[in-house]
Nanobody, 120 residues
Framework: QVQVVESGGGLVQPGGSLRLSCAAS????????MGWYRQAPGKQGKQREL?????????????DSVKGRFTIFAISRDNGKDTVYLQMNSLKPEDTAVYYC????????WGQGTQVTVSS
């Protein structure tokens, strides 16, 4: 049974940094693309917003909302461990959300989410 487990969220002041980690396990197959999505407070009924995704070959793409901050938001992965990371620097209050990890095999698997709160 595939499991997707996120970690690394928390409370941080504006301008601070966090590094999120996500590990996928339990499949006989290697994971394909992995990505981070977020859902802001009060938007639970809306679709999760893509933050960043990375293919098995290492090609990354970022949402327009963070693309201009690509040197601040950086996604990476360790294929040997089926693990993906999201480094977030210079965080803003509008980055507050629950961050979800998605692992794409023959179907998509989601983690339970990790809360990121940016507040003074």
């Amino acid at each position: 049974q595939v499991q997707v487990v996120e970690s690394g969220g928390g409370l941080v002041q504006p301008g601070g940094s966090l590094r999120l980690s996500c590990a996928a396990s339990g499949s006989a197959f290697r994971v394909n693309a992995m990505g981070w999505y977020r859902q802001a407070p009060g938007k639970q009924g809306k679709q999760r917003e893509l933050v960043a995704a990375i293919s098995s070959g290492g090609s990354a793409n970022y949402a327009d909302s963070v693309k201009g901050r690509f040197t601040i938001f950086a996604i990476s992965r360790d294929n040997g461990k089926d693990t993906v990371y999201l480094q977030m620097n210079s965080l803003k209050p509008e980055d507050t959300a629950v961050y979800y990890c998605k692992a794409a095999y023959y179907r998509d698997y989601w983690g339970q989410g990790t809360q990121v709160t940016v507040s003074s």
